[in-house]
């Protein structure tokens, strides 16, 4: 990731994003930025010197806007809105999430769109750059409007009140830990405090970091996908390139067939379907994998789609258009980030469905053309991998509850002045856990097809192929045991999410296939 992201006029990129959130880059606003801030300021100045009200610079906010504010109670105007917007609750929530909203935020104030000094997005990159990271809870945006309550805790901060963690994770006042750093806290003037809170930055940032992370699951499904094809003595002949993109040309569902095609080559297993215990086809879980894996990464693909579009805008409300006026608008709703959040959630459910599908097969000795049950060294001494696969089940069935859409709920707020809204944050919440869940599935069915093709070679059954023997000797490497007597197996479990998360699976298994994708 880069070291140094600057911010200017032009777009910044989802690896911007990532970079600033998680690899904890520097933060710099470019001299265009600056100049397009102090251009677009000199308006709302002028705006503001005007005696006729003009909303979010001269009036009260929301259902509220009906007043005019005078000038002496304006800054206090700004304040007060920040303060009373800072109402979450619940826990904390994560710092990478955080420092993606805070940094998208500050990539629109930046814009130019926002009419804010530049001293104001200065001072947010100092936070970053300092460590410091806002307080935010982990109930409060109903995604419309922007994600106000989460962004008012970051705009908090700014001003030196509220709490904030410090580079070593110690929740303390923000005061403190501003004057530590030597940031100068914030007087919010005109329209300051509502472009900080005004914006689907929290949404956002939740997305981009869903989209990279699904996009490491969806190719580590295809490779346990065909690590269990090969362990279940599959044919491979359903993932021939002339199956897919010529005759039903999703381009997901080829991709997907043709990891699996790489990660099997060399396999002395596949291929027996006709063998001792004939079958005409395989399973739908196993010759339908590329077909479901496809349709989750054309969804994805739709969803990097939306949100680069929305890395490339500018939300606020009111926005500072390029030839000065100032216009009210509707482009803080969340509607098609939360859509995508959605579609994701549901895409991440059915994946976890028909890998926990596969694992059930493996362990099923009726089902599984000669392994052993639950893949127990002793059958009724031992149980084998039997709880791994509830434990497997618990987390589909929690994903399916989660692929229940948070966009199609809406509640009125704000007087009905604000009477539809996305639930956008909520959606982007349920996705994180959903991630998390779907690595957990997956590394389950690595376990269970792990020891499967272990047991499978020392019964002499030919040879694996060397891209899953790379990922079986990554997974013992991690600590995930293999065949044997039983034996304590959260570990082995948690051993085998942690290389699943890390991206360590996919890097071994693509030092023998070259890369996947």
């Known amino acids: 990731m880069h070291s140094v992201v600057q911010v200017g006029k032009a777009d910044v990129s989802a690896e911007d994003v990532l970079a600033v959130a998680r690899g904890l880059a520097r933060v710099e606003i470019g001299p265009d930025a600056q100049a397009e801030m102090a251009a677009a300021r000199a308006t709302i100045d002028a705006l503001a010197a005007e005696p006729r009200p003009v909303y979010g610079v001269s009036t009260g906010f929301g259902a509220l806007a009906v007043r005019h504010i005078s000038p002496e109670l304006r800054a206090q105007l700004q304040r007060s809105l920040v303060r009373s917007h800072a109402a979450g609750m619940g826990p904390v929530v994560e ?43 982990e109930f409060g945006s109903l995604g419309c409007s922007g994600d106000l309550a989460p962004l008012s805790h970051c705009a908090l901060v700014l001003m030196g009140e509220g709490t904030a963690f410090g580079p070593d994770g110690a929740e303390k006042d923000a005061a403190e830990l501003l004057a530590a750093a030597g940031i100068e806290p914030i007087e919010l003037l005109e329209k300051e405090g509502l472009a900080l809170i005004n914006g689907t930055d929290g949404m956002l940032g939740m997305l981009v970091m869903a989209i990279s992370d699904l996009s490491r699951l969806f190719t580590t499904a295809d490779i346990t996908a065909a690590m269990s094809l090969e362990a279940l003595l599959g044919t491979d002949k359903v993932l021939a390139p002339e199956l897919h993109g010529p005759i039903r040309p999703h381009p997901g569902q080829a991709l997907s067939a043709a990891n699996m095609l790489a990660v099997l080559k060399g396999s002395g297993l596949t291929g027996h379907h006709q063998d001792d215990a004939p079958r005409v086809q395989d399973a739908y879980s196993i010759r339908c994998a590329p077909q479901v894996a496809g349709a989750g990464r054309d969804t994805l693909a739709h969803a990097r789609t939306v949100a680069d579009r929305e890395l490339a805008a500018s939300v606020d409300n009111p926005v500072v258009l390029p030839d000065g006026r100032v216009e009210s608008n509707g482009n803080f709703h969340g509607a098609p980030v939360a859509y995508v959040l959605d579609f994701l959630a549901i895409a991440a459910a059915d994946l976890g469905s028909i890998s926990e599908r ?33 434990t497997q089940a618990a987390l589909v069935s929690e994903n399916k509850r989660l692929a229940v859409p948070a966009s199609v709920d809406s509640i009125p707020s704000s007087a009905m002045q604000e009477d539809h ?21 997956l590394a389950v069915e690595l376990v269970a097809s792990s020891r499967a093709l272990e047991i499978r070679a020392e019964g002499g059954s ?56």
Do not use: C
């Open 421 to 441: 809204v996305s639930m956008g944050w909520s959606a982007a919440r349920k996705l994180r856990q959903a991630v998390d869940n779907l690595t957990r599935i």
């Open 95 to 137: 710092r990478e999430v955080v420092r993606a909203l805070m940094f998208l935020r500050m990539k629109t104030l930046a814009s130019g769109r926002t009419g804010v000094r530049p001293v104001v997005a200065e001072t947010m990159a100092a936070i970053l750059n300092a460590g410091i990271t806002p307080a935010v809870r």
């Open 462 to 517: 030919g040879p694996l192929a060397p891209a899953t023997v790379a990922a079986i000797e990554a997974a013992r490497a991690a600590g995930v045991g293999g065949p044997g007597r039983d034996r304590f197996l959260s570990p082995d479990l948690e051993a085998a999410a942690a290389l699943v998360a890390s991206g360590e699976l996919l890097g071994a298994v693509e030092r023998v296939t070259g890369p996947l994708a």
């Open 358 to 390: 596969r694992t059930d097969r493996l362990l099923d000795k009726a089902r599984s053309h000669g392994l052993p049950a639950f893949l127990a060294d002793d059958p009724g001494v031992d149980s084998g991998l039997m709880i791994a696969q509830y």
